[in-house]
Structures are given as C-alpha cells and as structure tokens.
C-alpha cells in the first residue's frame, strides 16, 4: 500500500507540478488521508484479533455470571445450582445469577445455553439429562450436547427416590407393586426428567405394572401433586424426596440406585426387589463450546474449592446427594461415555424418541 501511494505521488508530480500545483497538492493530500484510512483500519483489525485470541485480557470475571438451570427452584439442579454457585462467586469475585429455564426436560434452557456467547459470563447446569439422555429422548434436538459445550467439572452424583404420599396404603416395594398390579392402568406417575423417565420404564417392565403416565416440567411439581393427592407417586430427587420424608408428609419405597445409599442406609433399593433395577443421576458445570481455556480454568479452579468446602458438601449430603467432583478433561470423557450408557438405558426401557 505505500508503495503504490509512493509511485503515486512521484506520477503526480512529474506529469502535473509544474502544470497545475493545486492538483499535486490535492493528490497529496488525498494519499495522507487514505494512508490515515489504512492505518485505523489496521489497528481495529489488530484490536479485534488480540480480543479473540485473549478475551481473558479484561481480567475475568469482571461483570456477572449468569448461571442457566434448566429445571424449577426447588428441584435438585436448582439446589446444586445455588449452593455451589454462592461459594463459587466469593471465590470469582463476581456474583453468580441462577436463571431457571425449565420445560421439554431441560431441552429449552440447553439449546439457549448453547448459543450464548463463549466467554464465560453464561455457564450451565448440565446434567445425564441435558448432557446425556435427550439425544436419544428427542428425534430432534436445537443443540448438541458434545459438540456444543465444553465440561467444567462434574459436582455430584444421586439416585431417586419412588415416593407416594404418607398415608398410601402399602408399606414396601412388594405390598406397593401387588397393588399397581391388581389396580392395573389405574395408578398415575409423573415424571420430568430422563433420570425419571428410565426410572418408570425399568418399573413397568422389571415390576410388570401398567401405569398412567402423566408429564411435568419439573420434580417439585409432581411432588406437589403426590401430596396434593392428584398423584399416585413419582420418582423423586433425592433433593426433594428426603426432605418430605423425614417431615413425614411422603413415604419412600426405595433408590433407584443398584445399592443403597449410605446418606439413607435404612433405605431399600428398588434392585433389593426387582433385581437389574439401576438409575443413578449427575449433575455439572459446562460452558458453551470455544470458551478461552484461561475462563474455563478460572471456573474450574473455584468448582473445586467450592466442592472443597465442608460447609458446601454438608449441604449437599443433607439433599441426598453424593459429592463425586470431576475436572474439566476427565468430565468430558464421562460425559460422552455416559451420552453412549443412557442410549442403551433408553433403548432397552423400549423408550420411543419424541
């Protein structure tokens, strides 16, 4: 570029100095002035290139974090969520905003978390769920949930619990199933999840009952409605169940789980009477795919002191859910692993995609 203004100038002047001075005046003129035009234009260029090759140069985190739950207050990855993230904040020095994003099991809130930008100011709740299972629940998905995320760190581990209401009249697993079975199309079941969905197919066909099925956005609201009576039961997070059932208001047949679960030992496994019975659930952090590894780093390094705290694990084990922290390379390979595990699950349930 400035060896073509430069022959330009010398043109100029040769063919109209002495001609007409005003015209070599205003070439150069118009040279200095391009030149200026090239240079900005350089610059900015150079700005931009070095904001998306270090976007971490504004030292972040500098503003709020919106964290994305894609289930209801109240429900087990709203609780994770909040407990987690208060201690994460301190650590970040930024606060930490739980946006709930509930409905189609976590679908709605993943796709919208998948298309923000990847600078780590919006993080998301994934789950075996969202993470896992809705490749193989949805003939369509608006995300990917490999390609579109990148793993932070795995938080916790869980089983479910089936619960009916207090005063239902079976005290066990067997006395519940001879009744869901001599009342045959009669007992009603909701779910919102994939962990749940699994959880109602294993039981139909490992308990060989026939239920009426009944769909809801999140757990808390199924709980509600066993309370209220409009349910006959449902599989519960552990968050929720274990709450209810020590205040007494729900009654627990058992985890979903292969054994018990020592945050509850005197709980039977649903496996102790239906053998192959196995629903274990996870719950994480990801953040959307192209995120400077320096953020990912930074939101792994207060993951891990938050998951440190015996304050934060307390608080978990009291919800029934189990601590099991991952980092974000051996958190990715989990997730595909599991992405593969729960297609099997869904397959062999007989679980037809929507």
Not at 200 to 208: R, T, V
Not at 234 to 262: E, P, Y
Not at 301 to 308: F, I, L, R, V
């Amino acid at each position: 570029m400035y060896l073509y203004f430069k022959k330009l100038r010398l043109e100029g002047q040769q063919s109209q100095a002495f001609k007409n001075p005003r015209r070599s005046s205003a070439n150069v003129s118009l040279c200095l002035r391009l030149s200026l035009v090239v240079l900005l234009l350089g610059s900015g260029s150079a700005m931009r290139a070095q904001a998306q090759t270090n976007p971490a140069a504004s030292a972040y985190p500098s503003k709020p974090i919106r964290f994305i739950v894609p289930f209801p207050a109240g429900s087990a990855p709203d609780a994770i969520a909040r407990i987690v993230g208060q201690h994460m904040q301190v650590t970040l020095g930024q606060p930490m905003i739980i946006d709930n994003k509930p409905g189609a099991q976590g679908a709605i809130a993943a796709a919208e978390a998948a298309k923000a930008l990847p600078d780590g100011y919006t993080v998301f709740g994934g789950n075996n769920t969202t993470l896992a299972a809705n490749a193989s629940l949805y003939k369509k998905l608006n995300y990917d949930p490999i390609k579109d995320f990148t793993p932070v760190a795995r938080f916790i581990t869980a089983s479910l619990t089936l619960v009916v209401k207090a005063d239902f009249p079976a005290q066990n697993t067997k006395e519940f199933l001879a009744l869901a079975r001599a009342k045959k199309g009669v007992y009603t079941v909701g779910y919102a999840s994939a962990g749940m969905q699994v959880a109602l197919a294993e039981l139909k066909s490992l308990g060989n009952v026939d239920v009426l099925e009944v769909p809801y956005k999140g757990v808390p609201q199924a709980v509600n409605d066993v309370l209220g009576g409009q349910l006959t039961f449902t599989f519960a997070d552990n968050a929720v169940a274990f709450t209810q059932i020590r205040g007494g208001k729900l009654k627990g047949f058992g985890v979903t789980s292969s054994t018990r679960t020592a945050l509850m030992p005197d709980m039977p496994s649903l496996a102790e009477e239906m053998p192959g019975f196995d629903v274990s659930v996870w719950s994480g952090l990801v953040v959307p795919a192209g995120a400077p590894k320096d953020v990912v780093d930074k939101l792994w390094d207060a993951s891990q002191k938050a998951m440190a705290s015996t304050d934060v694990t307390s608080k978990l084990m009291n919800l029934g859910l189990d601590p099991a922290v991952m980092g974000p390379e051996e958190f990715t390979k989990f997730v595909v692993a599991e992405k593969a595990k729960w297609a099997r699950q869904i397959k062999q349930a007989g679980i037809q995609p929507e």
